[in-house]
């Protein structure tokens, strides 16, 4: 049975990679989607009723949805062609001001729940196989007021890029995706709580676009994809400038 696995699948950008991933990969028997909102994940399956869609309701920040999915996974067998790690959560403001409880959630939805659902997953993953981690322009450089959200980040992108090269051999790809601002439910909340910066004011990117080329990237063998132009320019800039001058730019 070929399947596609997609967390943080119930809104935004996992909502859009759902929906190209049906358009786009015809080949495959079932989708799997993965988040905490089993109601939003019911209601995806009926938007697409001909489409044989499984939803898994788990929270990925809690170890005991990993023991459940590596039971199913290993009940099931799945040949397992594509992977789209996209489950997280951002919050802003300072770091000290911040609850810590929030914070370490974060950290193991972002870093810990990235890392631990690829590991799952990859037994079931063979040769022309693909995954996709979310990552975040906000990986380039460290974000002031953002600083847990923009370090897990970090780690998502230095890991991608690490098993990439460790996975080569059995010619399995990963690749890093790292958007910029897009309409999303944490920009949403961000705006309603009038927490607005130069951040705001940078381009917004259409999040269908965005998954339909990430999942091209992916499957031609990227290593990191950046889209749009203003996002690449930064992402070229980030490695050219030191970073005390371009952290006070990335505060958010």
């Known amino acids: 049975m070929r399947i596609a696995v997609v967390t943080g ?13 049906i358009e786009k990969c015809r080949e495959l028997d079932e989708i799997w989607l993965i988040a905490r909102r089993k109601e939003k994940l019911e209601k995806i399956r009926q938007k697409y009723p001909k489409e044989k869609i499984r939803p898994v309701p788990m929270d990925l920040g809690k170890e005991e949805s990993f023991v459940e999915l590596e039971k199913v996974l290993d009940e099931n067998k799945p040949d397992i ?10 919050t802003r403001g300072k770091f000290e001001e911040k609850d810590l409880e ?18 799952i997953c990859l037994p079931y993953m063979k040769k022309g196989s693909f995954i996709v981690e979310t990552c975040s322009v906000s990986s380039f450089v460290p974000n002031p007021n953002m600083a847990v959200y923009s370090g897990t980040k970090a780690f998502v992108l230095y890991f991608s890029r690490a098993i990439r090269e460790e996975l080569k051999p059995r010619g399995i790809n990963v690749c890093a995706l790292c958007p910029g601002n897009m309409v999303s439910e944490m920009a949403i909340l961000s705006e309603a709580q009038g927490k607005k910066s130069i951040v705001n004011k940078l381009p917004y990117l259409d ?46």
């Open 81 to 90: 062609r594509i992977l789209v790690s996209n489950a997280g959560v951002g």
């Open 102 to 119: 929030n914070q370490i959630n974060m950290i193991n939805l972002n870093s810990k729940g990235c890392a631990v659902i690829t590991k």
């Open 9 to 21: 699948a119930s809104s935004g950008l996992g909502k859009e990679f759902v929906g190209e991933i």
């Open 207 to 252: 999040m269908k676009n965005v998954a339909r080329d990430a999942l091209n990237a992916a499957q031609k063998g990227k290593a990191v994809y950046t889209p749009g132009a203003f996002y690449k320019f930064y992402r070229v800039v980030s490695k050219l400038l030191p970073h005390n001058l371009m952290v006070p730019f990335a505060k958010v």
